[in-house]
């Protein structure tokens, strides 16, 4: 159990005098007392500024793939920058990892940027530009980034005000933009058949992309229905529509080929980034030669001062290099599952109801129900109070979840069988004490 955050505290109220809220990403704070300054990692573990040591399973939302400071990855980072890191030309590492890139993915072209958020609002002004068209579907509970195009009916978004099934309401998920620009956008909930036909036979000449997660990574890892994913491939091709699919997290995480390969259907374009470069800000839009052929000087506009700089270029040129020559993805699933099996078993002798949605290398732990939800109106049926309640009781045991079960757990190759079991002598105790024997009372649990 934690004892001290003497120093956590005195660092973060320094911060909230020069930095909003104390930090530089929304989903960083929890609160004036609980938020985390985390002061180094090694494998799977971080240490707080107090030296507080946890088992790391947020993982930095998903791009350490490898482990905190992998040192294959930080070695070639480390002799890389010697000679340089930025040319506004394009340098042989990046060639190295594009081509390297394009083989484990099977896309046919690549151009590199910084964030999932850059990677997915050029994929969409790609699609546009090639197909003349300027809608595009997206579903609810997906979260495509940080611009606002794509930031309705997300993760964030309250169930009870997303409006009618067969006519779900567009949800503006932040202050400070256009609400006229939702007239781009159709929302659908996910993994609904009838209704994607039914969007498709009334705006498939108009549309210019769907846009999909093949997992909900920011909404308690809901699998896609492999007969849905599929109907997105065939109508997107009737329609003439460019199928994008968003592999931030999935992208190198579900297989080296990432989510299109593990589900045995290809998109026309990709956006990827997290694991990609094991926490180096590095990102990614890939696609079919044709389709970024439109990306041409004077046409159609992708760039930016850090596109492919040298440290991230080299950092992913590594990462990628390790997933393909050693067996990263299976040694991940193997321990994830493991994680999983027990995970269940805790909860099964606790009487818990519950259900595990995901794959091994990333997934969430809902509690309340025992079936897993198809959409996120089924997700918000689950009892996240009662998981923050779990959740607080793990960080404090020293297992760093997010309390927001939406947030998956992601596995790292550093996440071995003993830590997996360590955890999970962790995740008992918590357990225990949260959900033991008469502490269940007033908590909204549903067989």
Known sequence: MRTNTNRTRELFQK???YIPYGVNSNFRYWGDDHTPIIARGAGAYVWDADDNRFIDYRLGFGPIIL??????????????IQDGVLFAATTPVEIELAER????TGMEKVRISNTGTEANMHALRIARAFTGREKFIKFEGNYH????????????????????????HRLRATEGMPVAIRNYMISLPYNDIELFERAMVEHGEELAAVIVEPIMGNAACILPDQAWLQRLRTLCDEFGAVLIFDEVKTGFRLANGGAQAYFGVRADLAAYAKAMGNGFPISAVAGRDEIMAVVEPGRV??????????VAASAAAATLEILETEPVIDTIFANGQRLIDGIHAILERAGVPHTVTGVPSMFSVLLGK??????YRGYCEFDAELFGLLGQELIARGVLVDDDPRE???????HDAAIVDETLNIVEDAVNAVLGPGRQAGLRLAA
């Open 67 to 80: 482990g905190h400071a992998f040192p294959a990855v930080t070695a070639r980072v480390a002799a890389a």
């Open 301 to 310: 506009a992708q760039g930016g001062t850090y596109c492919g700089n040298v």
């Open 408 to 414: 998956p757990w992601f596995m790292s190759y550093s």
């Open 370 to 375: 025992n079936e897993p939800p198809a959409d």
């Open 145 to 168: 980034g940080n611009f606002d195009y794509v930031m309705f009916s997300g993760p964030t978004a309250k169930a009870d005000l997303l409006g009618p099934r067969q006519h779900p």
């Open 15 to 17: 911060a909230k005098q």
């Open 101 to 104: 890139f394009t083989r484990m």
